[in-house]
């Protein structure tokens, strides 16, 4: 099982920065991916970030790097904590549009997304 434990999040203005995190507790289970996802009111969960590591499959290189969605791709960054089960995500130039519920997941290895965290708010106002 795997418990997901985020901390961040909060309210800022138009072009500001916030930083989310995000700690997994893991037991018997390996660690294959971290990210991020985020929700507005009334619409689905999309994509945000996500990194990998630990794979073997083809479906989930880790050599490619960190994903985002295009559109926080260049003002977010996602990256992990040194050989631990910890990510980050560095949101900077921050945009009403951003407002949003920020969902933390994480996967086993090879295995598409399966564990989630509560979620924190983020608002950007204008």
């Known amino acids: 099982q795997v418990q997901l434990l985020e901390s961040g999040g909060g309210m800022v203005q138009t072009g500001g920065s916030l930083r989310l995190s995000c700690a997994a507790s893991t037991h018997a289970v390996t660690i294959g991916g971290m990210g991020w996802f985020r929700q507005r009111p009334r619409q689905a969960r999309q994509f945000v970030a996500s990194i990998n590591w630990n794979n073997t499959g083809p479906n989930y290189p880790n050599s490619v790097g960190p994903n985002y969605a295009t559109s926080v791709s260049g003002r977010f960054t996602v990256f992990r904590d040194d050989e631990q089960n910890t990510v980050h995500l560095e949101m900077t130039n921050l945009k009403p549009e951003d407002t949003a519920f920020y969902y933390c997941?994480?996967?086993?290895?090879?295995?598409?997304?399966?564990?989630w965290g509560q979620g924190t708010e983020v608002t950007v106002s204008s």
């Open positions: 997941t994480a996967r086993e290895v090879d295995t598409t997304w399966k564990y």
